[in-house]
T-cell receptor, first 121, second 108 residues
Framework: EVQLLESGGDLVQPGGSLRLSCAAS????????MSWVRQAPGKGLEWVSA????????YYADSVKGRFTISRDNSKDTLYLQVNSLRAEDTAVYYC??????????????WGQGTLITVSS | EIVLTQSPGTLSLSPGERATLSCRAS???????LAWYQQKPGQAPRLLIY???SRATGIPDRFSGSGSGTDFTLTISRLEPEDFAVYSC?????????FGQGTTVEIK
């Protein structure tokens, strides 16, 4: 059974940083791309970032480019999202999602339950 | 960036009725790389349809997807009580992999 467990969300001041983690199990982690998707309170889904199965290719939404960094440790079956220079508009639940294969053109076939980042002073 | 516009914003229907949801793209979605997700309050999204028309594992056959190019449709043939939720489309054929704003299917 595929399981994705996010952690690391917190209340943080504007300009602050956090590192989100997503522990994966139930599949061969290194064989699949992974993504982060966020959802602001009461709003729709927003794709944030993706990384290929091997970790060599990364992709970002313009809204987070230069501030967020996606990475993965395939030896630990864990996905990360380093979020820096946080803004109020980054407040959201951040979901980790498994891609349908290792490359860029993947849909998201399994999702974690999410971790909440609140940016406020 | 491909903008996805979903309509209607809210669909009020009764159990047993047919639901038709639209997702229109601002430019052609390559290779019909279009997915639909269902989300219930307090839950993570769940994949329903990929490749515009292929049902994901375990999804009942009352859910069907169709369309190509810029116009896509999700149809629920007969609404069950558990189908009242928010439905979002996503294109994954180009970066950024954008989502539509969602359609809420509510009980009339």
């Amino acid at each position: 059974e595929v399981q994705l467990l996010e952690s690391g969300g917190d209340l943080v001041q504007p300009g602050g940083s956090l590192r989100l983690s997503c522990a994966a199990s139930g599949f061969t982690f290194s064989s699949y791309a992974m993504s982060w998707v966020r959802q602001a309170p009461g709003k729709g889904l927003e794709w944030v970032s993706a990384i290929s199965g091997g970790g060599g290719s990364t992709y970002y939404a313009d809204s987070v480019k230069g501030r967020f960094t996606i990475s993965r440790d395939n030896s630990k079956d864990t996905l990360y999202l380093q979020v820096n220079s946080l803004r109020a508009e980054d407040t959201a639940v951040y979901y980790c999602a498994k891609g349908s294969y290792s490359g860029n053109y993947h849909y998201l076939d399994y999702w974690g339950q999410g971790t909440l980042i609140t940016v406020s002073s | 960036e491909i903008v996805l516009t979903q309509s209607p914003g809210t669909l009020s229907l009764s159990p047993g009725e047919r639901a038709t949801l639209s997702c229109r793209a601002s430019q052609s979605v390559s290779s019909s790389y279009l997915a639909w997700y269902q989300q219930k309050p307090g839950q993570a999204p769940r994949l329903l349809i990929y490749g515009a028309s292929s049902r994901a594992t375990g999804i009942p056959d009352r859910f069907s997807g169709s369309g190509s190019g810029t116009d896509f449709t999700l149809t629920i043939s007969r609404l069950e009580p558990e189908d009242f939720a928010v439905y979002s489309c996503q294109q994954y054929g180009s970066s950024p992999k954008t989502f539509g704003q969602g359609t809420t299917v509510e009980i009339k």
